[in-house]
C-alpha cells in the first residue's frame, strides 16, 4: 500500500485557465493540492512537484528559464500549455453567416454528441481548429465528416424543410420590426401589406427557434405545431395526472 501526495503550482493570467484541472476529484492513493498565481513565483515554484504554465502574454523562453532554475531538484516535469484563440475576424465573419461562437473566437456546434461538425444554421459545417484546438487526425476527421455532409445534400434532388416555422398573423401584427432584430438567422423581413408595414417569414430560412415568437408584443407571431394555445393544453394535460 502506497500513497502519493503532488503538489502542483498553476500559472496563469486567465481567472479559468486551469478551472479543469483545478476542479478534478483525487484518484485512489493520490491527493493532490493547487497552489496557482498570474505571474511565476520563485518561492511556489520551489515547493511544486508539477508545474502548469500558462505563458501567453509572457516571454515564453525567458519564464522558462526561471521556471527550470526555481523549481526543487525532484522536480519530475514542466509543462507549458500555450493558449490558442480564434482568428481574427472569426466573430464577425461568423455573425455574417448567422453562426453561434464563444467568447475566445471559436465556433460553435449545433450538438456536441448529436451534431458534432453541425453549425445552428442549416447548410454550415465545421472543420478543424475554427472550431477549438485540435491534432492533425482529429482535424482530419473532422474534415471528412463535414464533406460527407455536404455530399448527402448533393445527392439529394430536394431538400426537405423543417416544419417547425414561424408563422405571422398579419391581422395581429402592427410592424413594430421588434421579430425582424432579434431573429438570429435573418429570416424575417418588412413587407407592405395594404399600405401597412407587416411582418412576413422566409420559410426556408426559418429554423423554428422561437426566438420572435417571445420577443412579439403582440403575440402575432407563432411556430408551427408549438403555438401557445398547443402548450398550455401539453401543460394542462400534464397537470391532470
Known amino acids: 500500500m502506497y500513497h502519493c501526495h503532488l ?10 485557465g486551469f478551472a479543469a484541472i483545478r476542479d478534478m476529484a483525487p484518484m485512489e492513493f493520490f491527493t493532490h493540492t493547487f497552489f496557482e498565481s498570474s505571474e511565476p513565483q520563485q518561492a ?7 508545474i502548469l504554465a500558462d505563458l501567453q502574454g509572457m516571454d515564453a523562453a525567458c ?10 531538484p525532484e522536480a519530475d516535469l514542466v509543462v507549458l500549455a500555450v493558449g490558442i484563440e480564434g482568428a481574427h475576424g472569426a466573430g464577425e465573419l461568423a455573425e455574417k453567416l448567422r453562426i453561434s461562437y464563444d467568447k475566445y473566437g471559436f465556433f460553435m456546434e449545433r450538438h456536441v454528441k448529436l451534431a458534432p461538425v453541425e ?5 454550415g459545417y465545421l472543420a478543424g481548429v475554427c472550431q477549438g484546438a485540435k491534432d492533425i487526425p482529429a482535424s482530419v476527421a473532422q474534415g471528412s465528416a463535414a464533406a460527407a455532409k455536404v455530399l448527402s445534400l448533393f445527392s439529394r434532388d430536394k431538400l426537405e424543410n423543417d416544419p417547425q416555422i414561424a408563422q405571422v398573423d398579419i391581422k395581429r401584427c402592427v410592424g413594430c420590426g421588434k421579430c425582424i432584430d432579434v431573429c438570429p438567422y435573418g429570416a424575417i423581413k418588412k413587407i407592405d401589406f395594404r399600405g401597412q408595414p407587416k411582418a412576413e417569414v422566409v420559410e426556408t430560412v426559418c429554423q423554428g427557434c422561437g426566438v420572435c415568437n417571445a420577443t412579439c408584443p ?12 398547443q402548450i398550455l393544453a401539453e401543460v394542462n394535460a400534464l397537470c391532470q395526472f
Open 7 to 16: 503538489q502542483i503550482y498553476l500559472i496563469s493570467r486567465q481567472p479559468d
Open 218 to 229: 403582440q403575440g402575432a407571431i407563432q411556430v408551427s405545431h408549438f403555438t401557445d394555445n
Open 44 to 50: 511556489l515554484a520551489a515547493r511544486a512537484d508539477l
Open 119 to 123: 453549425t445552428n444554421t442549416a447548410g
Open 63 to 72: 519564464e522558462t528559464k526561471k521556471l527550470a532554475a526555481w523549481k526543487k
